[in-house]
């Protein structure tokens, strides 16, 4: 990791008012580069390696401390596990259900039209859509997968 990287993840943390330890760091970086959603168990795996005292726990609980900082979202469009996103500025997601890939688009979800929930208070608002990406749909019209995907097997 760059040391100007460190400088500038440590006061992005800061500025949440989160102590930048290394793990914090390691994990907040991880989170910031990849941009792929990942899992708890994703973020050890690639982790563990480099710091062998990390722990799944440790994982957790600073994911848990960035979500109450707004420094991650948490993405629930998978129902079998939970992803997070150091992306925290309006955005709509996208899962694939053959790759399982989740894609970012731009979308104005303030500019829902939300007025039969007039006198409601709105704690969340996400847009999750699902289908196949268009590297998948080429795969597949070219017939090297098969349109079953992973999602429908095991239901
Ligand atoms: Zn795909
Ligand atoms: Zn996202």
């Known amino acids: 990791m760059q040391v100007d990287m460190i400088k500038t993840i440590s006061e992005k943390l800061q500025s949440h008012g989160v102590r930048p330890s290394f793990p914090r760091v ?3 970086e991880y989170l910031f580069a990849k941009r792929s959603h990942p899992t708890v168990d994703e ?41 997070y996103d150091a992306t925290v500025d309006e955005h709509g997601h996208f899962q694939c259900d053959s790759c ?39 795969t597949i019209k070219r017939g090297i997968i098969n349109e079953e995907v992973e999602g429908d097997k095991d239901r």
């Open 26 to 28: 390691k994990i907040y």
């Open 43 to 83: 973020i050890y795996q690639h982790l563990s390696p480099g710091m062998p005292t990390l722990s799944r726990t440790t994982v957790y609980n600073t994911l848990n401390l960035f979500l109450k900082e707004n420094l991650v979202h948490q993405i629930n469009i998978d129902e079998r596990e939970v992803r």
């Open 100 to 138: 399982r890939c989740i894609y970012d688009f731009p979308v104005n979800i303030d500019g829902l039209e939300l007025n039969a929930l007039g006198g409601f208070r709105i704690r969340e608002k996400n847009l999750y859509l699902k289908g196949v990406c268009s590297r998948c749909l080429i």
